[in-house]
Structure formats: structure tokens, C-alpha cells
């Protein structure tokens, strides 16, 4: 069998180990080259450094709406394309060029959180399990039958970062499971979508991670672990803008004005929230590293 696979970040390289192990992996594609680090140097997704290093050819074209591409694309003559946070939409002309389809691996419980950031919002949220689906591509943003499904439950100090790992390894193994099942001639039946329960992950913008203290404790420690490792939530204490890693919410209310700093030790400095006490655990001033609240105290010493 003949695969083009299609991804980009590190999410999607345990999906595309499984698909090399499975079958012939003729083509990948993923993103351009982008920017990333201090020195803003061109570097490859780590989808196209898995393939390199597996000897298999890469393509990163801008579109694939543009007519040569998807030529090029037909004359790989593909069984099936896999997908796995790819970046691009899939046009219809390139759904139906595999005699098998399209599938791809997505972050979530479909139809709950379609869209670009399934893994973000359900913690943010506040969503007690999320898993991973394997869905059979369709015109419309993630509304294809599912296939196969893995459910697991979200830790309560889960990071965005942390989930994402563990979904990762879920997705190569469901994956895993269709491609063996298509093999041994029983392919995985198609399930349409329920229309009840859908929502939409809508893309991380920047401008989200800074922290309103009127919003409950709860609420802004779920945004401090959806937001870790990016964008990294932010708020200002004592007129210094800081960069909030770790936090919690605590049951105690305070008497005061959201936003004030109630309570500052080893143990964490506590903020007054529009509900709750929020307290941050780890911190990064503009400049530095992040260091646990002693740390940042110690840094501040007298102006908290």
C-alpha cells in the first residue's frame, strides 16, 4: 500500500513512524521552513527532519490548491493519504485522488473541538477527558465519519504541552489499529458525526495569554496550563509584566480588588481574582528564565 503522509509538527512524527512501519511512505508533506528562535533561522518542521532522516522525499509547497501541485501529487498514485495537524486544507480535487480516501489523525473527541488548537481549548475549558479520532476526510473542517476513537482522561495540572505528547503516541496508535485493519482486508467502518455537541478550536492568538484578573481562579489557572509551553500566560504584578508558567486556584475567596496581591512567600504569590485567589507558582520576568515564586521574590525583594 502507498501513502503519502501529510504533517508538521512534532505531534504528527509518531503518526508518521507508524505509517512508514505499515506501508510505503512515498512522499511527505509538510509546511515551508519558518522562522523560529532567537536568531529567527529558517528551520524545518520536525515532520520533514523525521523524513529526511528516513530517506523519503519531501514536498512543501504553500498550497495545495495550485494545479501543478496536485498533479505531482496524482502521479504518486497514492492508496491513501494520511494526515496528522498538516496545516493546509485538503482541496476536494486532492480528497479524491487516493482510491482509498484521506485520513486523518485529530486531537480531540470529534465533533467536540474541531478546528486548529482541540488541544488548548479542552483544557481551558475545563473538559474532564479529551482522546484522539481518526476521521475519514471530508470537504467540511474536521465533519467527517470518524473511524476509530481513543478516549483519555486530562489530568487536573495537565499541561497543553504534556497532553500533547500523550496524544501524540494515542494518534500513532490509532493509526495503528486502521492501518492494520485495512490491511488485513477489514477496513474500519466510517461513523458520521452526531450533530449534538459540536464545537470549534478555534486558532491560539497571542493576545489570549494575557490573564484577566476579574475572571475566576479557576478559569485562569486552566488558561496558565492551556497556554504551556505557548503562548505562555502573562499578567502584571507591581507594574512588572511577567509570564505566568505554573499556577493554581485555591478555595479561599479574599476581600479585595482583582488584581491585588494578597499574599507573596515561598509557597507562591497569591492574586485576588473576580472569584478565588489565584496563586502563581512559577515565573518569568521580561529578560529572563522561568524560576519558581522564591526565585522571583527574591529577584523583587521589596517591591511586592
Known sequence: MKIVFAGTPEFAVPSL?????????????????????RGRALTPPPVKQEALQRGIEVRQPETLRDPDVQAELRALEPDLIVTAAYGLILPKKVLKIPRLGCWNV???????????????????????ETGVCLMQMEAGLDTGPVLLSEATAI?????????????????????????????????????????????????????????????????????????????????????????IHAAKALAANAEATPGTIIAANRDGIDVACGDGVLRLLMLQREGGRAVSAADYLNARRGQL
Not at 22 to 34: F, G, K, L, N, S
Not at 110 to 128: N, S, T, V
Not at 176 to 184: E, I, R
Open 155 to 243: 489530568g487536573t495540572d495537565e499541561t497543553s504541552g504534556e497532553l500533547y505528547e500523550r496524544l501524540a503516541e494515542i494518534g500513532a496508535n490509532v493509526l495503528t489499529q486502521g492501518l492494520d485493519m485495512l490491511t488485513a482486508g477489514m477496513p474500519p467502518q466510517p461513523r458520521p458525526q452526531p450533530e449534538i455537541g459540536v464545537t470549534h478550536a478555534a486558532k491560539i492568538e497571542k493576545a489570549e495569554a494575557r490573564l484577566d484578573w476579574n475572571e475566576s481562579a479557576e478559569a485562569l489557572a486552566r488558561k496558565v496550563r492551556a497556554f504551556q509551553p505557548w503562548p505562555v500566560a502573562e499578567a502584571t504584578l507591581a507594574g512588572e509584566r511577567a509570564r
Open 106 to 128: 485529530h486531537g480531540s473527541l470529534l465533533p467536540r473541538w474541531r478546528g486548529a488548537a482541540p488541544i488548548q481549548r479542552a483544557i481551558e475549558a475545563g473538559d474532564a
Open 17 to 37: 513512524r507508524v505509517a512508514c512501519e505499515r506501508a510505503e511512505v512515498v512522499a511527505v508533506y509538510t509546511q515551508p521552513d519558518r522562522p523560529a528562535g
